[in-house]
T-cell receptor
């Protein structure tokens, strides 16, 4: 079964710290992987999309990497801010159109 | 509108009632998805449309769930004879392309509570 897991489930850091969120997937033959942000009571906002042929994508203070052979993706957030507090989810696509989501990492950035 | 719009944002139903949830995707987006999200969990796939064609409904949990997109734009997710286990947030997403390369854009969801 194709599954996505995320560790840790929750993370609390002081403002200004650099941090890494982890995403693992069971089948290395993914088509693409997306990272999303979800604020409480809201929908998901796409942050970064990495195609299977790519190793990383960057947007501002965010950098996402993809290592298919090890079944892992990481989201790096530089110089974290209180406004970064949210739940971060990754989702993998293995063909078809059925994106499989991880359970998310709930991030709190303390001022 | 500029984004994916869902209505109603909140719905309370008595067990056994039928409900209909609406999704208005971004104009021109070919692909439309419905997901179900339980509290504290990631979204789980329900169904996928490419234009008006429902190409994958493997995630619908029972035959009480039905989705349509008759003109290839607005979609409706209908749940018949609601049960308490149907309580969740129902998220709609759209994508410009029909392949798996496209970025997903989500609405804010419809929170269903079944009493």
């Amino acid at each position: 079964k194709q599954e996505v897991t995320q560790i840790p489930a929750a993370l609390s850091v002081p403002e200004g710290e650099n941090l890494v969120l982890n995403c693992s997937f069971t089948d290395s033959a993914i088509y693409n992987l997306q990272w999303f942000r979800q604020d409480p009571g809201k929908g998901l906002t796409s942050l970064l999309l990495i195609q299977s042929s790519q190793r990383e994508q960057t947007s501002g203070r965010l950098n996402a990497s993809l290592d298919k052979s090890s079944g892992r993706s990481t989201l790096y957030i530089a110089a974290s801010q209180p406004g970064d507090s949210a739940t971060y989810l990754c989702a993998a696509l293995w063909g078809g159109q059925n994106f499989v989501f991880g359970p998310g990492t709930r991030l709190s950035v303390l001022p | 509108g500029a984004g994916v719009s869902q209505s109603p944002r909140y719905k309370v139903a008595k067990r056994g009632q039928d409900v209909a949830l609406r999704c208005d995707p971004i104009s021109g987006h070919v692909s439309l998805f419905w997901y179900q999200q339980a509290l504290g969990q990631g979204p789980e796939f329900l169904t996928y449309f490419q234009n008006e064609a429902q190409l994958d409904k493997s995630g619908l949990p029972s035959d009480r769930f039905f989705a349509e997109r008759p003109e290839g734009s607005v979609s409706t997710l209908k749940i018949q004879r609601t049960q308490q286990e149907d309580s969740a947030v129902y998220l709609c997403a759209s994508s410009l392309v029909s392949s798996g390369t496209g970025e997903l854009f989500f609405g804010e969801g419809s929170r269903l509570t079944v009493l």
